[in-house]
C-alpha cells in the first residue's frame, strides 16, 4: 500500500513539476519584433512619394522594435510583372544588437531596373529568430536624367 501512495505522490509531483517548468517557458519568451514604414520615396524632398528612379536610390525610413535584439534587416524590392529583384541586408553595428531604432537607409535601385509597380518588403530578424515584415507599393521610373554636380 505505501509502495502505491509513494508511486502515485512521485507521478503527481512530476506532472506538477512539468507543467510549472514548460509554463515557466513560455512566459520567458520576448515578443517578436514590429516594423512600421514610416518613408519611402525619391528623396529628402519627397519622403513618401512611394517613387524611385532607376539608376538612384530610395529613401526608406522605419520604425524598428526588437525585444530579442535586431540580427538583422533585409530589404527586398520585386518588380510585380517579371522576376527582377533588388535589395540589401543590414547586420553591422548600426543596427544589430539594438533594441529600438530607427531604420534610415539608401536602397541603391539598379540602373538596368524596368519600369513599374514594385513591392518592397521590409524584414527584421532578432537574436531570437523571430521575424516580422512590413510592405509597400513602390513605383519605378526611368532615370530621372538629373545628376549632383559631383557626377558631372
Sequence with gaps: ???KLFTGAM???????LMLFSSCERENKLPAPS???????????????RIAHAGSDVHLEAVITAEGLIREITVEVRWQSGNFRFGETYAGAKYAGVKN?????????????????YR???T?????????????ALTVLPESGEHDDDDL
Design 1 to 3: 500500500m505505501k509502495r
Design 11 to 17: 507521478l503527481l509531483f512530476s506532472v506538477n513539476a
Design 35 to 49: 516594423v512600421e514604414i514610416t518613408g519611402l520615396g525619391s528623396g529628402h524632398n519627397s519622403p513618401d512619394d
Design 101 to 117: 531604432a530607427t531604420f534610415h537607409e539608401h536602397v541603391d535601385v539598379p540602373a538596368d531596373a524596368p519600369e513599374g509597380e
Design 120 to 122: 518592397l518588403l521590409l
Design 124 to 136: 527584421v530578424t532578432d537574436h531570437e529568430g523571430q521575424t516580422a515584415s512590413a510592405e509597400s
